[in-house]
């Protein structure tokens, strides 16, 4: 019914950017907050950027500065423009959203299948 669809990642080289998208589809009353998470091999989950539905953001240090998130509420999309990508950069990112689906009292997270970053020369 709901449904997060990555796409973006890829391979590149150390300094070199790189744009992920992500779009939510399906029978949608609101999206509210959403971002952008990671996950290195043998580390922990973390969160890298968020959006509120109000445009507010907020970065994890290590990437403050470097990354920008941003979102298109008509399309339902939000983005994350990657500069300056750094081999640490190296994770799986996914993408969350917290939606209300139409006809449903809740709101629930929702995620992204996935997809590898990989920063390397």
């Known amino acids: 019914q709901v449904q997060l669809v990555e796409s973006g990642g890829g391979l590149v080289q150390p300094g070199g950017s790189l744009r992920l998208s992500c779009a939510a589809s399906?029978?949608?009353?609101?999206?509210?907050?959403m971002g952008w998470y990671r996950q290195a091999p043998g580390k922990e989950r973390e969160l890298v950027a968020q959006i509120t539905n109000g445009g507010q953001t907020k970065y994890l240090v290590s990437v403050n500065g470097r990354f920008t998130i941003s979102r298109d509420n008509a399309k339902n999309t939000v983005y994350l423009q990657m500069n300056s990508l750094k081999p640490e950069d190296t994770a799986v990112y996914y993408c969350?959203?917290?939606?209300?689906?139409?006809?449903?009292?809740?709101?629930?997270?929702?995620w992204g299948q996935g997809t590898q970053v990989t920063v390397s020369s």
């Open positions: 969350n959203a917290d939606i209300k689906p139409i006809r449903d009292d809740s709101e629930y997270d929702y």
């Open positions: 399906g029978s949608i009353f609101s999206v509210n907050d």
